[in-house]
């Protein structure tokens, strides 16, 4: 439909991409028919209310300039490594499982091996100490960077864990702006690191 996409699969999920060119009930009758449905709108421009869908939760959504990202505070036992393998993808699904924390659903199930290898997808994982500590999932679609699922593990916080898988995320694309939505928690985080607010965005649910 144009201004947004419904991906019908066991819980599917509604994105609305133009805040210009679509309407509740469009999203709506879209998702009519496809069972459990999350929409998420970006931009809070619809009331999916009238349509049986309920608010689940808001976040702030903020953006960093490309190159006005902040450097970390000097951390030498943090290191950061692009994923390369499934062994170490596994590890950085667990950390995002137990960093959220996240119900556990069977290993591949969050973070399934299809993001070693399409286009523009990358996982990090970061180890302080030598130990599992953070973990992170960036998206390039070629105009910017999203940001995604950024967690750190209870022991490791507040030494500059997120900070560093933030930076190393972005080195990777440096010419392109980076864009996430954040928690309460995570937003003094982000704003450190050259992110501003951007707007709010909305996720709505149908069971």
Same mark, same amino acid.
């Given at each position: ?13 509604? #994105? ?9 009930? =469009? ?19 619809? %009331? ?15 953006? /960093? ?10 951390? +030498? ?6 994923? =390369?393998?499934?062994? !170490?993808? =596994? #590890?950085?699904?667990?950390?995002? #499982? ?44 070629? !105009? ?6 950024? !967690? ?5 916080? /507040? ?21 996430? +939505?954040? &928690?309460? %928690? ?11 607010? !951007?707007?709010?965005? &909305? ?5």
């Amino acid at each position: 439909m144009p201004g947004a996409v419904c991906v019908r699969g066991g819980v599917s999920r509604g #994105v609305v991409l133009d805040p210009g060119a679509v309407s509740a009930s =469009a999203v709506a009758a879209a998702c009519d028919g496809a069972g459990a449905v999350r929409v998420e709108d970006p931009f809070s421009v619809i %009331d999916l209310a009238p349509f049986g869908f309920g608010p689940e939760f808001e976040m702030d959504v903020m953006a /960093r300039p490309a190159g006005a990202g902040a450097a970390p505070a000097a951390c +030498t036992d943090v290191a950061v490594e692009r994923v =390369a393998d499934a062994e !170490a993808l =596994a #590890v950085a699904e667990r950390v995002v #499982v137990e960093g959220f924390p996240i119900p556990r659903r069977g290993r591949g199930t969050l973070l399934p091996p299809a993001i070693l290898t399409l286009p523009g997808s990358t996982a990090w994982l970061a180890r302080r100490d030598g130990r599992p500590a953070g973990a992170l999932t960036a998206y390039d679609d070629g !105009a910017s960077l999203g940001m995604y699922l950024l !967690a750190t593990l209870p022991d490791h916080r /507040r030494r500059g864990v997120g900070a560093a898988l933030l930076a190393a995320a972005a080195a990777a694309a440096p010419s392109r702006p980076a864009v996430l +939505t954040a &928690t309460g %928690d995570g937003a003094p985080l982000y704003a450190a690191c050259g992110y501003a607010s !951007a707007g709010r965005a &909305t996720w709505w649910w149908r069971g």
